[in-house]
């Protein structure tokens, strides 16, 4: 069993920026890859980012690339989303998960955290 718990999210002004955590608790964090994943209401779970377990290769939505980038540090249990450049589409719910395959779409990912809402307005 693998416990995530997210933190960092909150309001921000367009344009701003933010950086979630989701801390790792339970099995070996390095044997995973972890996700980010997001949901807006009323739409579908969405896949944001992944890195692999030594964050030798990472995967962004299209998206989202040039903004948002995913890092981890192992040492720490903790897999992070840098976020810039917000928009008012990027408000959701943001979940972390971690998955021992490789995969962009959230039926690989076994774990789940409970999310953290991002409101990005003005």
């Known amino acids: 069993q693998v416990r995530l718990v997210e933190s960092g999210g909150g309001l921000v002004q367009p344009g701003g920026s933010l950086r979630l955590s989701c801390e790792a608790s339970?099995?070996?964090?390095?044997?995973?890859?972890m996700g980010w994943f997001r949901q807006a209401p009323g739409k579908e779970r969405e896949f944001v980012a992944a890195?692999?377990?030594?964050?030798?290769?990472?995967y962004s939505a299209d998206s989202m690339k040039g903004r948002f980038t995913v890092s981890r540090v192992n040492a720490k249990n903790t897999m992070y989303l840098q976020m810039n450049s917000l928009k008012p589409e990027d408000t959701a719910v943001y979940f972390c998960?971690?998955?021992?395959?490789?995969?962009?779409?959230?039926?690989?990912?076994?774990?789940w955290g409970q999310g953290t809402q991002v409101t990005v307005s003005s």
């Open positions: 998960a971690a998955t021992p395959q490789l995969g962009t779409v959230a039926a690989a990912y076994r774990y």
């Open positions: 339970g099995r070996t964090f390095s044997d995973y890859t």
């Open positions: 890195i692999t377990w030594n964050g030798g290769r990472v």
